[in-house]
């Protein structure tokens, strides 16, 4: 064999080996995107309080991320939690071990999403000590791929002004942390909703606003599963689902955070998602090419509404578009929740401005689309109403709340 064949020979080789590197890496890593949304669906099954048949289930979705995904430590450490509810000790060390040797996130964060944070039959005090929130807004989206908003980020500035407003709000300006467009990654998001947790305690009232796309885990799903961030990679055909899965924030953290993590007693989320850049026009429902566009389901709201002293209001029901206007510059939804909120100087509970902005929001979006918007609340058993506007230390919530 002549020297130059023998080189070409190992160089071609070497590509051979590469490419099978390559592949397998590639392999490894699409099985541990569907291995992460095994995890969500399996957060999403065992809310707080669950019975064991319940939790069973949940551990059953765990062992299969476990097979997509050996490596997937927050699934060996939330099989650990429920393997021990249901008695299983031995199981439950096996996998605590597990998830230590795999680096799990969650372990050390001492996440524990299977348990309430706040204690039932407790209501809140009379007065609120502190307020904090966080205020994400996402129309700009690092991969070309997605839709743009016209008015996430605008939203999200809006609504943090009128927070740390003195006349209505009353939030302290570095007690409200805002993230936009590049801000809002997918890391960031979470870090933010680590610091809600850790900074509010029980006598406080925490707000969390989103505005950015929500994506369904299928096309025929009913509910938002992701919360599209900045860096949320969809892949760039219908094949996409593995990065989705990867790298976009799972709905279910932000409603375990609210239901497990915040001892907060008072707790108001407002999530607009699925903006429909072409509804309008008639467009389809899709964020990108192959993924589909939600808003949140009833089982995601009455999921964060879990516990003592939580309100959730989305911008629309599950199968409805959330809808922007250039003649307002801003989404039907935030732009008549600000208006609601403005009434009585911030000081009417969540339970008297809403039917206000469900009735504005509604007859916009029929008068200017013929487009059906209805926004939605859902409320916990316990706690009272919650009034966002109310200022801190001696004065008294509306309603006992």
């Known amino acids: 064999m002549k020297l130059g064949s023998a080189i070409n020979t190992a160089q071609w080789l070497f590509l051979a080996a590469l490419i099978l590197a390559l592949g397998t890496t590639a392999a490894a890593q699409n099985r541990c995107g569907a291995g992460k949304d095994l995890v969500v669906q399996a957060l999403e099954r065992v809310p707080p309080g669950s019975n064991a048949s319940t939790m069973e289930d949940g551990v059953e979705l765990l062992k299969h991320a476990i097979g997509e995904c050996e490596s997937l430590g927050d699934a060996w450490y939330y099989r650990s939690l429920l393997e021990r509810k249901l008695g299983n000790a031995r199981k439950a060390d096996y996998s605590l071990q597990k998830a230590r040797d795999n680096n799990s996130e969650a372990l050390q964060q001492n996440l524990d999403p299977f348990t309430l944070s706040t204690r039932p039959n407790v209501p809140p005090s009379s007065t ?25 980020a605008a939203d999200a500035s809006a609504f943090a002004s009128w927070l740390k407003n003195p006349a209505y709000g009353r939030f302290k300006p570095d007690h409200v942390a805002m993230l936009t467009d590049a801000e809002a990654t997918t890391r960031n998001i979470k870090e933010k909703l680590n610091w809600l947790a850790r900074s509010a305690g029980a006598d406080d009232l925490v707000v969390i606003y989103i505005a950015t796309h929500g994506s369904s885990r299928e096309m025929d799903t009913r509910g938002v599963n992701y919360i599209i961030t900045y860096d949320t990679e969809v892949g760039k ?22 239901a497990s993590r915040v001892e907060a007693q008072r707790a108001a989320i407002f999530v607009d998602t699925c903006y429909g850049a072409a509804a309008a026009g008639g467009g389809t429902k899709l964020v990108a090419p192959g993924v589909a566009s939600a808003s949140v389901s009833n089982e995601t ?3 964060i509404a879990q516990g003592t002293g939580r309100a959730v209001l989305a911008a629309s029901t599950a199968d409805q578009e959330s809808l922007e206007d250039s003649t307002l510059g801003h989404g039907y939804f935030t732009y008549y929740l600000l208006e609601g ?14 039917p206000y902005v469900r009735q504005q929001v509604t007859a916009r979006a029929e008068q200017r689309w013929k487009m059906q918007q209805t926004p939605v609340m859902s409320q916990s ?9 109310v200022a801190t230390g001696a004065v008294k919530a509306a309603n006992g709340g």
């Open 381 to 389: 058993d316990q706690g009272g109403d919650i009034v966002i506007g």
């Open 341 to 354: 909120l403005r009434k009585n100087q911030g000081l009417d509970s969540l339970a008297q401005v809403f």
């Open 128 to 152: 609120v000590r502190e307020k904090w929130a966080l205020v994400v807004g996402i129309g700009k989206f690092k991969q070309a791929e997605i839709d743009p908003l016209k008015y996430a």
């Open 301 to 303: 709201l009455n999921r």
């Open 237 to 258: 055909n219908m094949d996409n689902e593995d990065a989705l899965f990867a790298t976009a924030l799972p709905m279910v953290d932000v409603a375990n955070t609210v």
